[in-house]
């Protein structure tokens, strides 16, 4: 199949198909999900909290990125595999955020990265473009701020917002990601763009969708925010698969003849 490129994402913007986007984080994921035709992966650094247990994305490293990001990219054929600048290599200016992005596109053969920022992040946006680095903006809520930010919240000041996905698709970006924003405040500025917007608690006005895979699967066993649309609940179906292996490795049912050797 066709490999999904910037190009082909605007060109879905300009048609109004709307684009499929999941979060992965291993191999096994990306071959299942790029199988069944989502359109971008992100490698995100939400592993801090799927894959680590933490409570924050704020403690993941780039070599964890790095790491996450070649078992994604040895998965996917068709689907733009993204991947996340960690706190706090996105917001170390000009150089060194430059350095770290192209590090990650060297080493894990990604087609673009995403950092969170959008007007202060112009120049920054700006560079990696020049250096052949295709950029997302993440605005809204920023969770690499949730301590700055008083906890992972709706984000209200539609002003800022919509100056920071300007900015972003002025400095380059080929697509604004916004998490956490009113409906409202997503469909404008999802008119006012020409470049794609990818939503996450942001309403159906966006251009696109993501969720963390973990919390679409019904997966994940913690809190899943209200956003979430969960068409899986595949922790019962592990539950009960285990059940059963437990069951029959202690009544002496597994294995069978057939699954041993003679
Ligand atoms: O890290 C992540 O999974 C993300 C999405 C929630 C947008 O940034
Ligand atoms: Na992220």
């Given at each position: 199949p066709k490999?999904?490129t910037?190009?082909?994402?605007?060109k879905?913007k300009?048609?109004g198909e709307r684009i499929s986007m999941?979060?992965?984080?291993?191999f096994t994921?990306?071959?299942?999900?790029?199988?069944?035709?989502?359109?971008?992966l992100?490698?995100g650094?939400?592993?801090?909290?799927v894959?680590?247990?933490?409570d924050?994305?704020?403690?993941?490293?780039l070599?964890q990125?790095?790491?996450?990001?070649?078992?994604?990219v040895?998965?996917?054929?068709?689907a733009?595999?993204?991947?996340d600048?960690?706190f706090p290599h996105g917001q170390?200016g000009?150089r060194?955020t430059l350095?770290?992005?192209?590090r990650?596109?060297?080493k894990?053969?990604?087609?673009?990265?995403?950092?969170?920022g959008?007007a202060?992040?112009?120049?920054?946006?700006?560079?990696l473009?020049s250096?052949?680095?295709p950029?997302i903006a993440h605005?809204?809520?920023?969770p690499?701020?949730?301590?700055?930010?008083g906890?992972?919240?709706?984000?209200?000041?539609a002003e800022r917002?919509?100056q920071d996905?300007?900015a972003?698709?002025q400095a380059?970006?080929?697509?604004v990601l916004?998490?956490c924003?009113?409906?409202?405040?997503a469909?404008s500025?999802t008119d006012?763009?020409r470049?794609p917007?990818?939503?996450?608690?942001?309403?159906a006005g966006?251009d696109?969708?993501?969720?963390?895979?973990h919390?679409?699967?019904?997966?994940t066993v913690s809190?899943?925010p209200?956003f979430?649309?969960?068409?899986?609940q595949l922790?019962d179906h592990?539950?009960?698969?285990v059940?059963?292996?437990?069951?029959?490795?202690?009544?002496g049912?597994?294995?069978?003849?057939?699954?041993?050797?003679r």
């Amino acid at each position: 199949p066709k490999q999904v490129t910037t190009a082909s994402l605007l060109k879905m913007k300009q048609q109004g198909e709307r684009i499929s986007m999941l979060t992965a984080y291993d191999f096994t994921f990306a071959s299942l999900l790029d199988e069944a035709g989502v359109d971008m992966l992100l490698v995100g650094d939400s592993l801090g909290m799927v894959i680590q247990g933490n409570d924050t994305t704020i403690p993941v490293t780039l070599r964890q990125m790095i790491y996450h990001g070649q078992c994604v990219v040895r998965g996917t054929k068709r689907a733009m595999v993204v991947v996340d600048l960690p706190f706090p290599h996105g917001q170390l200016g000009v150089r060194k955020t430059l350095q770290v992005a192209a590090r990650v596109m060297k080493k894990t053969g990604c087609a673009a990265i995403k950092l969170e920022g959008g007007a202060e992040q112009a120049d920054t946006i700006s560079a990696l473009v020049s250096a052949g680095i295709p950029v997302i903006a993440h605005v809204g809520l920023r969770p690499q701020s949730v301590h700055a930010l008083g906890g992972y919240r709706v984000q209200r000041d539609a002003e800022r917002i919509e100056q920071d996905a300007v900015a972003a698709q002025q400095a380059g970006a080929f697509c604004v990601l916004m998490e956490c924003v009113p409906s409202e405040v997503a469909k404008s500025i999802t008119d006012k763009l020409r470049v794609p917007t990818i939503g996450i608690g942001a309403g159906a006005g966006c251009d696109g969708q993501v969720l963390v895979t973990h919390d679409m699967l019904g997966l994940t066993v913690s809190h899943v925010p209200k956003f979430v649309r969960q068409t899986g609940q595949l922790a019962d179906h592990v539950r009960l698969a285990v059940g059963t292996y437990n069951q029959s490795v202690r009544d002496g049912t597994f294995p069978s003849e057939q699954e041993s050797f003679r």
